[in-house]
């Protein structure tokens, strides 16, 4: 069964940090760009962050530049989120993804995830 499980996640008060974890079951993650999605109450799915395969390209979208890292550790099956600086508005469910070539070959599970909740 291919999956990927995300954890770490949690209650953090703003500026705070918390680091991700996205780990694939059922299928090995060297091949794949991965990203980190999130979706928050009320709103659609947006995507947050990508790495390559490799590691050597990262994106982020503008409103998490220079507050979140994301990297991969190939030989742990495992793709990290370092958010650094929380905002209550990066409260949401985050996810991850893998891609290849630009298309999604493995999706999120819409519902499972990991909440991140910033808030005072």
């Known amino acids: 069964q291919l999956q990927f499980v995300e954890s770490g996640g949690g209650l953090v008060q703003p500026g705070g940090s918390l680091r991700l974890s996205c780990a694939a079951s059922?299928?090995?993650?060297?091949?794949?760009?991965i990203g980190w999605l999130r979706q928050a109450p009320g709103k659609e799915h947006e995507g947050v962050s990508c790495i390559s395969s490799s590691g050597g390209s990262t994106y982020y979208r503008d409103s998490v530049k220079g507050r979140f890292t994301i990297s991969r550790d190939n030989a742990k099956n495992t793709v990290y989120l370092q958010m650094n600086s929380l905002k209550p508005e990066d409260t949401a469910v985050y996810y991850c993804?893998?891609?290849?070539?630009?298309?999604?070959?493995?999706?999120?599970?819409w519902g499972q995830g990991t909440q991140v909740t910033v808030s005072s």
């Open positions: 993804a893998a891609f290849l070539g630009g298309v999604v070959v493995k999706g999120p599970t």
């Open positions: 059922g299928f090995t993650l060297d091949s794949y760009a």
